[in-house]
């Protein structure tokens, strides 16, 4: 079966965002430690329970809305979809990062990469709102 380049880029985004979702329901284990035994959390390393809960629900987010966008808008171009798909990971793992490493939030090179991810996402989402625009008006 032959799939074209844009359904294969739709497809790629939805199974980006199945397996944001899957690590978003793995955060959930130690988020439930957290609040369960806050005790125990330090042993794994768990600094910030507030940026370990934004990791986890960014990631169920950012997970649900990369399955939506890639299965509601079809052939999604390339520049539209690869900064949603790489945004959506680098947004959500940089609260995960601070859950680890809170002191890193002054960092000049967290706070260039979380720009830089902001960036890709904004892009995407930016680019997604003129595309169904567009689509839209011609119809």
Same mark, same amino acid.
């Given at each position: ?6 359904a *294969?880029?739709? *497809?790629? #985004? ?6 944001? =979702?899957? @690590?978003g329901?793995?955060?959930?284990? /130690?988020?439930?430690?957290? @609040?369960?035994? /806050?005790?125990?959390?330090?042993? =794994?390393?768990i *600094?910030?329970?507030?940026? =370990?809960?934004?990791w986890?629900?960014? #990631?169920?987010? #950012?997970?649900? =809305?990369? !399955?939506?966008?890639?299965?509601a !808008? ?5 520049r @539209?979809?690869?900064? #949603?798909?790489?945004?959506a990971w680098?947004?959500a793992?940089? &609260?995960?990062?601070?859950a &680890?490493? $809170?002191?890193?939030?002054d960092? $000049? ?5 979380? @720009?830089?991810?902001?960036?890709? !996402?904004? +892009? ?5 709102? !003129?595309?169904?625009t567009?689509? +839209?008006?011609?119809?």
């Amino acid at each position: 079966m032959t799939t074209t380049l844009s359904a *294969q880029t739709n *497809q790629t #985004l939805v199974l980006s965002g199945i397996l944001e =979702l899957a @690590v978003g329901a793995l955060t959930g284990w /130690p988020y439930a430690l957290a @609040v369960n035994d /806050p005790d125990r959390i330090g042993a =794994l390393g768990i *600094q910030s329970v507030p940026r =370990l809960r934004q990791w986890h629900l960014d #990631l169920i987010a #950012l997970g649900g =809305l990369s !399955v939506l966008v890639g299965s509601a !808008v079809p052939d999604l171009p390339r520049r @539209v979809a690869w900064p #949603l798909t790489a945004g959506a990971w680098t947004n959500a793992h940089a &609260f995960g990062v601070l859950a &680890f490493r $809170p002191d890193w939030k002054d960092s $000049p090179v967290y706070k260039a990469a979380a @720009v830089g991810s902001l960036a890709a !996402v904004t +892009w995407g989402y930016a680019g997604l709102a !003129v595309l169904a625009t567009k689509r +839209w008006w011609e119809r």
